[in-house]
């Protein structure tokens, strides 16, 4: 039989497809690795708001305690920035630097919905100024936005602070996110806080085999809704000889690593407490 993008493979069913998943995601049984291992090996945690990768570690890791994602944060061997699907995530230090720059071509198609708010702003310049301004003293929000509104006081407030999240690769700096800490959002760039330049433009095929490591079998579609990106069929291709294929239910082709697991459908799934 042939699948939608016109190769053939064995089918994976859905019960099949959803042991794969949860083994990718630690959720068949806890792992012993350290938070940041796990939160590299999952390419990132959801953190709109701050419990929830704690909760979420907790589910995952053997002798989790919050203190072991708290140290990494306050080490600044993990961070809070905005990336996938222009969502607040937790991420490795090093997949702040390389993934946000990855997105970026997200980040712009969101700025391109502002852009009658920013009539008359130089981009280029408001992503200088604002660096300057974050990186001299973190600010919170509303004094990145006064700063910018006095420069530009024609524009819209809201559109002023999209337009330097959009440019600025702009990390949340503790005590925000630390456990049992409170702390209004206060915002510097990742470089600043972490202390290295980003990588510039970089290719998403080692991405991929992390997300599949991470979240496959998955199609090309899949991966692209989950970064909120497009166009990523070329990377798949470039990697289909080091790849596996499968088919869903309904025919769509699916890639794989060869040695990832994919557990028995019959596999028990205990039940395990997850964050929104």
Not at 33 to 58: D, F, I, R, T, W
Not at 103 to 130: I, M, N, P, Y
Request: aromatic content about 6%; hydrophobic content about 40%.
């Amino acid at each position: 039989m042939t699948t939608k993008a016109g190769t053939t493979g064995p089918v994976l069913g859905i019960r099949a497809l959803n042991r794969a998943t949860l083994a990718r995601q630690l959720l068949l049984a806890r792992a012993a690795m350290s938070a940041e291992a796990a939160v590299a090996h999952l390419v990132g945690l959801q953190a709109q708001n701050v419990k929830p990768p704690y909760y979420a570690l907790a589910a995952r890791l053997d002798g989790f305690t919050p203190e072991d994602l708290s140290g990494a944060m306050a080490d600044r061997r993990v961070a809070r920035l905005v990336t996938l699907r222009s969502t607040i995530h937790t991420h490795t230090a090093d997949d702040c630097l390389t993934l946000r720059p990855l997105v970026q071509q997200a980040r712009e198609r969101e700025l391109r919905t502002f852009r009658k708010g920013l009539t008359g702003v130089d981009l280029d310049r408001l992503a200088r100024l604002s660096r300057e301004l974050v990186e001299a003293e973190p600010r919170t929000p509303a004094q990145l936005r006064a700063a910018l509104l006095a420069e530009w006081p024609a524009a819209d407030p809201q559109a002023l602070s999209v337009a330097a999240r959009c440019r600025l690769p702009l990390v949340q700096v503790t005590p925000r996110g630390l456990w049992g800490r409170s702390g209004q959002v206060t915002l510097t760039t990742a470089e600043h806080w972490l202390g290295r330049p980003a990588r510039p433009e970089p290719a998403p095929d080692d991405t991929v085999l992390r997300y599949l490591a991470a979240f496959g079998p998955a199609s090309v579609k899949d991966m692209q809704t989950w970064a909120g990106l497009t166009r990523l069929r070329d990377a798949f291709e470039r990697l289909r000889p080091r790849l596996v294929t499968f088919r869903d239910p309904g025919g769509t082709e699916l890639f794989d690593l060869p040695d990832a697991p994919r557990p028995d459908p019959d596999t028990p799934a205990p039940p395990r407490f997850l964050p929104e």
